[in-house]
C-alpha cells in the first residue's frame, strides 16, 4: 500500500540533528561524522524505525546508520527513534539517518567506511524474474557491500518470504560469503537478541516465520 504525502517529512527531516541532507559528501569519511568513534552498524530500508530506535537507544557504544529512499517513511523513522531516545532520557548522538537508492550505495560510500555489520530486514522479495536484479540481497548488491563491510562483518537478514530466502543463500555464496547462522522459524529458534520490525509483527500476527540468517564476509 503506498503511503500518502505527508508534507511536513521534508521540513522535518531537513531541520533534524541527525539527518544527512547530502550523504555524498560523507562518502570515505563517515566515522568522522559521529560523536565517538566506535563500530557502525547499517541498516538498509529502515522503514518507519521501529528497530533502529530499540537497536540505537539500548546500544550508544555503537554508531547506526539508517537508510530508506521516502521522505514520509523517514519522516515517521525520525519521530519514532526521538520518541524512543527521549523516553530513555538519553542523548541522540549515535545514529544518522539519510534518503538513498541503496542500489546506488556505492555513491556514498567506499572503501574507507569501515561498515562492521548490515542488517536488512524484510526487504521487497521482487518475485518477478526481470526484477530479481533490485533485490538487496542479489548478488550485485552484495557485491557493493563488499566493498565497506570490513573483513569479518557480517549481514543479518530477515524475510518472510520463502522464495527469497533460497535465492539469497545462492547469492551470498555467489559474493563468497560464509553462513554463520541459519534458521527458518526466528521465533521459535535459539538465536537471542531479536528485535521486531513492523513488518514483522504484522506477518506474526498472519502465522508467516521469519527467515533469518548471519552472513560473514
Given at each position: 500500500?503506498?503511503?500518502?504525502?505527508?508534507?511536513?517529512?521534508?521540513?522535518?527531516?531537513?531541520?533534524?540533528?541527525?539527518f544527512v541532507i547530502n550523504p555524498k559528501e560523507n562518502k570515505g569519511k563517515w566515522r568522522e561524522t559521529f560523536?565517538?568513534?566506535?563500530?557502525?552498524?547499517?541498516?538498509?530500508?529502515?522503514?518507519?524505525?521501529?528497530?533502529m530506535a530499540v537497536h540505537g537507544s539500548e546500544n550508544p557504544n555503537i554508531n547506526y546508520m539508517a537508510i530508506?529512499?521516502?521522505?514520509?517513511?523517514?519522516?515517521?523513522?525520525?519521530?519514532?527513534?526521538?520518541k524512543a531516545y527521549e523516553e530513555k532520557n538519553m542523548p541522540l548522538t549515535n545514529i544518522k539517518l539519510m534518503a538513498q537508492e541503496i542500489s546506488l550505495i556505492s555513491n556514498i560510500f567506499d572503501e574507507n567506511d569501515v561498515i562492521d555489520r548490515i542488517?536488512?530486514?524484510?526487504?521487497?522479495?521482487?518475485?518477478?524474474?526481470?526484477?530479481?536484479?533490485?533485490?538487496?540481497?542479489?548478488?550485485?548488491?552484495l557485491n557493493q557491500y563488499r566493498t565497506f563491510?570490513?573483513?569479518?562483518?557480517?549481514?543479518?537478514?530477515?524475510?518472510?518470504?520463502?522464495?527469497?530466502f533460497e535465492e539469497s543463500l545462492e547469492y551470498f555464496k555467489e559474493s563468497k560469503f560464509t553462513i554463520k547462522y541459519i534458521t527458518y522459524d526466528l521465533h521459535n529458534s535459539d538465536f537471542?537478541?531479536?528485535?521486531?520490525?513492523?513488518?514483522?509483527?504484522?506477518?506474526?500476527?498472519?502465522?508467516?516465520?521469519?527467515?533469518?540468517l548471519i552472513a560473514v564476509k
Open positions: 500500500m503506498r503511503m500518502r504525502k505527508k508534507p511536513w517529512a521534508r521540513p522535518e527531516l531537513e531541520a533534524c540533528s541527525f560523536e565517538k568513534d566506535q563500530p557502525i552498524y547499517l541498516e538498509l530500508g529502515c522503514g518507519k524505525g521501529t528497530f530508506d529512499i521516502k521522505d514520509e517513511v523517514l519522516g515517521l523513522a525520525k519521530r519514532n527513534i526521538v542488517y536488512i530486514n524484510f526487504c521487497n522479495p521482487w518475485p518477478r524474474e526481470k526484477h530479481k536484479k533490485r533485490r538487496l540481497t542479489h548478488t550485485r548488491q563491510l570490513r573483513d569479518n562483518g557480517e549481514i543479518y537478514f530477515k524475510t518472510d518470504d520463502d522464495e527469497l537471542i537478541g531479536n528485535v521486531e520490525t513492523e513488518h514483522e509483527k504484522m506477518f506474526t500476527e498472519k502465522g508467516i516465520r521469519t527467515k533469518f
